[in-house]
């Protein structure tokens, strides 16, 4: 293998694994590949209120499982004077709160925020041996009309499902015949009446509780569905209309585990549930949700603010070089110097393009003829480099107080350009303007700026902005181009115009 070959070669890979760690990236954390995408995010607080009876108080609330069809994050609770912790046996999650002593009216407050999960991810946790039906008590009159409505629903249906379905089509069927119409009526509700009538079947069932998401709704109950075990699988039915699966938007909140709510220490304790619908950048949202992951461990997004800003700015820096190389290699833009282009490009970021040229050409403009008038002083290089720094911080004053004043802040932004490189481009245009003339000026700065200009409009756009500082391993890929164009000896755009004639000969 050549040396160009081998270069080729460290250029492809280079651009490989730049894409390779993008989309790794993206599959890990859900980081959006365009900006300004955003979720819908639900808000969901459960207030428990009780009576405490002046002893010690423990306050048990169940949580959602992981299987809930949505995701939680940033979990928090209110709750003055009580120790908080969430605990977690087995399948049960459960918050739990403590206090040694309280007395009289109390409420805790535990709020998070959901996002849906997609169906495909919606794994529910299976046992890992089957579960049995429980036993049931009946009293004579209870027993007697449950096996009334069993043996109807037997002879109407054909196996576990279809009874179900017929279970509940006889507890909701206008008007209810006397076994539905007497069970119903000392039964707590249909769910709880049905998850009874399938055990006595030899059906494993159980009556789990969510929230049907709605939003700005305030103090809302839980919904109770009943989990049929069928065919090795727990489904869940709607006990009034006895549809099969999870409903649209809602949140399935209590399944296993014992109780929703325990309170030792207190009475009259009830849960109700507030909840709101939030939009949220999905760029948060994954760095948020995905915080155990190697890249959000590792990325730009666990630092400071102060420093994510600073490398915001930073990263744009390998566009704004992969463009002045393509601009001086392929075209043939003539620039005062390599780096100056870049510079008044990250200085048209901080301000903006009209103001930064407008600063940008002033204090050059009013440099070259203090430059000139410092030639005649015979100064020595670095006494006059120093003199024009000195100067052009007088100018930059100057334009800021004045363009303060008439109510422009064009002055004022030229200060985020570096002093030193102006002072060494002030002088190099002057000695170019001397050696050879101000045409030659006029061609490298006019290059400079439409360079920088160039560069300005790319490192602007929101998708390469994006994109930058959310995935930077992309910069690899200028990398491998930066290297690529390196090796480029043929003619440049420009030439190309210049030597038209021999073309048309």
């Not at 300004?36 to 609330?61: C, H, I, K, M, Y």
């Not at 560069?455 to 930058?468: F, Q, R, T, V």
């Amino acid at each position: 293998m050549n040396s160009r070959t081998s270069f080729f070669t460290v250029v492809g890979a280079l651009a490989l694994a730049g894409v390779l760690i993008a989309a790794l990236r993206h599959m890990e954390t859900g980081a959006p590949l365009l900006p300004g995408a955003e979720t819908e995010v639900w808000l969901v607080e459960a207030r428990v209120d009780f009576r405490a009876q002046g002893g010690p108080v423990n306050v048990s609330l169940s949580l959602p499982e992981a299987d809930a069809g949505y995701s939680a994050f940033n979990e928090q609770s209110a709750s003055a004077g009580y120790g908080y912790a969430v605990v977690e046996q087995g399948d049960d999650r459960r918050a739990e709160w403590t206090r040694r002593q309280a007395s009289g009216a109390q409420t805790l407050y535990f709020s998070a925020q959901f996002v849906a999960q997609p169906p495909e991810a919606v794994t529910p946790g299976q046992p890992s041996a089957p579960p049995r039906a429980v036993s049931v008590f009946w009293n004579d009159a209870q027993s007697t009309a449950a096996q009334n409505l069993l043996d109807r629903a037997r002879q109407t249906s054909a196996g576990p499902r279809s009874l179900v379905r017929e279970l509940v089509k006889s507890l909701n069927v206008q008007p209810l015949d006397q076994n539905a119409a007497l069970l119903l009526g000392q039964a707590e509700d249909r769910a709880g009446l049905l998850v009874r009538l399938l055990n006595e079947e030899g059906i494993p069932a159980r009556e789990v509780m969510g929230l049907y998401l709605r939003d700005a709704r305030r103090r809302q109950p839980l919904a109770s569905l009943v989990d049929v075990y069928l065919d090795d699988r727990w489904v869940l039915h709607n006990p009034v209309t006895g549809v099969p699966g999870m409903p649209a938007d809602f949140l399935l909140w209590h399944r296993a585990g014992a109780s929703l709510l325990d309170v030792a220490g207190g009475r009259n304790s009830r849960v109700s549930f507030s909840m709101l619908r939030q939009s949220v950048p999905v760029q948060q949202l994954a760095y948020t949700t995905n915080s155990d992951s190697a890249f959000a461990r590792i990325g730009l997004h666990s630092l400071p603010i102060e420093e994510q800003s600073m490398f915001r700015m930073l990263l744009l820096l390998p566009l704004g070089a992969a463009v002045v190389v393509f601009m001086r290699v392929l075209v043939g833009v003539r620039t005062a110097g390599t780096f100056m282009p870049i510079l008044i490009s990250l200085a048209f970021l901080q301000t903006s393009l009209l103001p930064g040229l407008v600063s940008f050409v002033s204090v050059v403009a009013i440099g070259l003829m203090m430059r000139a008038y410092l030639s005649r002083l015979n100064l020595l290089l670095v006494a006059r480099i120093a003199t024009l720094i000195v100067l052009v911080i007088f100018v930059i004053t100057a334009l800021s107080v004045i363009g303060y004043q008439l109510g422009y802040s064009t002055g004022m932004v030229i200060t985020f350009f570096p002093m030193i490189i102006i002072a060494w481009t002030i002088e190099r245009m002057s000695i170019l303007w001397e050696e050879e003339g101000a045409r030659e000026v006029l061609i490298q700065g006019s290059g400079s700026l439409f360079v920088a200009i160039v560069a300005y409009l790319l490192m602007h756009h929101p998708l390469l902005e994006h994109l930058s500082f959310n995935f930077p391993e992309l910069n690899l890929i200028l990398l491998a181009a930066i290297l690529a164009m390196g090796q480029y000896t043929g003619y440049k755009l420009t030439e190309l115009y210049r030597f038209r004639a021999l073309l048309d000969d």
